[in-house]
């Protein structure tokens, strides 16, 4: 069974430090991995999405990394604001059901303070 | 805004009522989803639409029931649910092919509560 886990399950840290947020899968046959951040009482919004061939992407703050030999990820967020406190969603894609098969993890909630 | 537009943002329903939740998107897409999101589990998949064709249902209760008149819209429609039914529902589309769902972008939601 296809499944994606997150950690922690929960994070606190001080506004302007940074953090690093887990993600290990086990998804087959493995498409894509995307990270998404979801503010309370919002849609989930994508941050990234990698490929097997892809090791590392950025956007902004935000550095994701992929290792697909040993099915983790790993979401980086730099020098935080109070605005990154949000749930952080690791989404894994498979090639079965024409692409339209995702896995969700249960997310890490962020929280960020002054 | 995402470019998926879900309304109503909030609705308050009783068990005996029917009410529809409605799905717009924006982006030119061809595959549109449904997802319940309860706290603290991963968003479940619900309903599946191809090109307006359901292509996924999975194991959903009777008590709701999809509606896609075009790759645009996409309704819910809600009857005689149950107070564990409260959730926020997630509405996503993309543009599928060659194995690929591209583009995948999620609506705000609406947070529903049955009473």
């Known amino acids: 069974k296809n499944q994606v886990e997150q950690s922690p399950q929960s994070l606190i840290i001080l506004e302007g430090k940074n953090c690093t947020l887990q993600c290990n899968y086990t998804v087959s046959p493995f498409s894509n991995l995307r990270w998404y951040k979801q503010d309370t009482g919002r849609g989930p919004v994508s941050l990234t999405i990698m490929t097997f061939s892809e090791n590392t992407k950025s956007n902004g703050r935000y550095t994701a990394t992929l290792d697909a030999d040993t099915k983790q990820s790993s979401l980086h967020i730099t020098a935080s604001q109070l605005s990154d406190s949000a749930s952080y969603i690791c989404v894994v894609s498979d090639l079965t059901g024409g692409g339209n098969k995702l896995t969700f993890g249960t997310g890490t909630q962020l929280k960020v303070e002054l | 805004e995402t470019g998926v537009t879900q309304t109503p943002r909030h609705l308050v329903m009783g068990m005996t009522n029917k009410k529809s939740l409605k799905c717009e998107q924006h982006?030119?897409?061809?595959?549109m989803y449904w997802y319940k999101q309860s706290a603290k589990k991963p968003l479940e998949l619900m309903f599946v639409?191809?090109?307006?064709?359901?292509?996924e249902n999975n194991s959903v209760p009777s008590r709701f029931s999809p509606e896609c008149p075009n790759s645009s819209h996409l309704f819910l429609h809600l009857h005689t649910l149950q107070p564990e039914d409260s959730a926020l529902y997630l509405c996503?589309?993309?543009?599928?092919?060659?194995?690929?769902?591209?583009?995948?972008?999620f609506g705000s939601g609406t947070r529903l509560t049955v009473v």
């Open positions: 982006l030119g897409h061809n595959a």
């Open positions: 996503a589309s993309s543009q599928t092919g060659t194995g690929e769902a591209y583009g995948y972008t």
């Open positions: 639409y191809n090109f307006k064709e359901q292509t």
